[in-house]
């Protein structure tokens, strides 16, 4: 299922990748619901947690994107939204003193009337949204802020899941690019017969309560397996 749902957003962001020169190709938001329209066609998963977000007083809607928080704000006009984008950018400054603060992590997008901010890491989702809505305005400054190769983020999902578990419990503690020697990862189920061919993919350690689980996957995480 996490396979497939990566697949979908790789082709989508394949396509959007053909006209963009830094920003989408004719493609105009100008409604939260015009957005969400467009992820969800997309293959996003999209989960509405609040409709007030916090940092605008203006149409917004907190919404869990790809199981990270995520806040999207609608302005009246271009005017108010660039004003908003000043604003915000100056609260990044001040945010990125405290790493503490999650602002200080965000990446921030703005495109006709909205300001998408997105709080997750997942190098997938970052991908479909500036294939979307172009480049994000800042990017963060610290090496360890970069986003995970969608490997990660569908190795914590299938483990939570498994586990029954809230994937927000789970720390990634490390995640190496490997060529795994056969078909199978390198972690073969019984009594199955794996293909004796070099398969690129990714080494992943993750903590889950005072377990640490060793995850091996292909390089895109359709396939995932652990013992």
């Known amino acids: 299922m996490i396979g497939r749902r990566i697949l979908a957003l790789s082709l989508v962001l394949v396509i959007c990748a053909c006209g963009r020169t830094g920003t989408p190709q004719e493609q105009r938001y100008e409604s939260i619901d015009d957005l969400l329209n467009a992820l969800e066609d997309a293959g996003?998963?999209?989960?509405?947690?609040?409709?007030?977000?916090?940092l605008f007083d203006v149409d917004s809607r907190a919404v869990m994107l790809n199981g990270e928080i995520s806040e999207i704000y609608e302005f009246?006009?271009?005017?108010?939204?660039?004003?908003?984008v000043i604003h915000l950018q100056a609260l990044l400054e001040d945010a990125r003193k405290d790493t503490a603060d999650e602002l200080s992590s965000a990446r921030i997008w703005s495109h006709d009337l909205l300001i998408v901010v997105y709080f997750g890491r997942d190098g997938g989702t970052i991908l479909l949204l500036s294939g979307l809505l172009g480049d994000p305005l800042q990017k963060p400054g610290l090496a360890e802020d970069e986003p995970y190769p969608p490997a990660v983020p569908a190795?914590?999902?299938?483990?939570a899941e498994a586990r029954g578990e809230d994937p927000s419990l789970i720390k990634v503690l490390s995640h190496t690019f490997v060529e795994w020697s056969d078909g199978c990862l390198e972690y073969p189920h019984p009594d199955?017969?794996?293909t004796q061919a070099l398969t690129s993919g990714w080494r992943i350690l993750l903590q889950l309560g005072d377990q640490e689980v060793e995850i091996h996957s292909d390089e895109?995480?359709?396939e995932i397996r652990w013992r």
């Not at 996003?44 to 916090?54: K, S, W």
């Not at 009246?76 to 908003?84: F, G, P, S, T, Y």
């Open 76 to 84: 009246e006009n271009a005017d108010e939204r660039e004003r908003a």
């Open 155 to 159: 190795a914590i999902h299938a483990l």
């Open 44 to 54: 996003a998963e999209i989960v509405t947690v609040g409709l007030d977000a916090l």
């Open 220 to 222: 895109m995480g359709g």
């Open 192 to 194: 199955e017969v794996c």
